[in-house]
């Protein structure tokens, strides 16, 4: 955040192509050359201007900027950020909507749909997925512990995650975002968009010119 060094807000960038991919890496790579605070590697916001090409943005749910904005009541401030996204990536920004069950996620839903139709921006229903079965969620809360350094057991750690972060299948989504068919017809849409093909099967090494 340019006008708070100090705050990050998550943001989720798909590849549309070649360059959309190659955008990506060079934004990684640039967060971990260039960009390291405390140890952890972070995205500048005007690093992803030069860096947009056939790259398409979901907004993050309720923990992104535009979410934030709108669960705290800011709802011109949620407009202008939103507004901010949509010209930096054109038709290629959607405001994520989840419905898994954490704190402030319908309130951040209702919000984000009447914010959307009145700027225009395509809604996209996601699961902020972080492992593939409800019955890994113990041992994702396991790893996010080692990660932090806290116990499974301190009542005061926060819970930033639930058991239903897990690879819904279409007929599940269908059923949770069935009041949002614009959202489930999206997220279709989003996958006929993303047309990269990466192979793994072959060295890909550096061209590096050197001296004859």
């Known amino acids: ?3 708070d060094p100090d705050r990050a807000w998550p943001l989720c ?3 549309m192509n070649q360059q959309g991919y190659r955008n990506l890496t060079l934004l990684i790579s640039r967060a971990f050359t260039a960009g390291q605070h405390l140890g952890i590697p972070y995205v500048h916001k005007d690093w992803l201007q030069e ?3 056939g790259v398409i943005a979901l907004s993050a749910g309720a923990a992104g900027e535009v979410g934030q904005a709108l ?3 800011r709802r011109d401030l949620a407009a202008e950020r939103l507004r901010q996204w949509m010209e930096l990536y054109p038709d290629r920004f ?3 909507l989840h419905r898994t069950g954490r704190e402030g996620d319908e309130v951040h839903v209702h919000a984000a749909v009447a914010l959307a139709g009145e700027l225009g921006c395509p809604v996209v229903a996601t699961n902020d997925v972080r492992f593939l079965y ?3 969620y113990e041992a994702h809360e396991a790893r996010v512990c080692i990660h932090e350094g806290m116990m499974i ?3 005061s750690r926060p819970r930033r995650y639930s058991e ?3 690879l819904r299948s279409p007929d599940e989504m269908a059923e949770l975002f069935a009041d949002l068919p614009e959202a489930l017809d999206n997220t279709c849409e989003l996958a006929r968009l993303l047309n990269l093909e990466v192979k793994l099967d072959l060295p890909s090494l550096p061209a590096y010119p050197v001296p004859a």
């Open 1 to 3: 955040d340019a006008d």
């Open 13 to 15: 960038l798909l590849a």
């Open 51 to 53: 860096c947009a090409e």
């Open 71 to 73: 669960l705290g009541g």
């Open 94 to 96: 959607y405001l994520e």
């Open 134 to 136: 409800p019955s890994e």
């Open 153 to 155: 057991a301190d009542a």
């Open 164 to 166: 239903e972060q897990y």
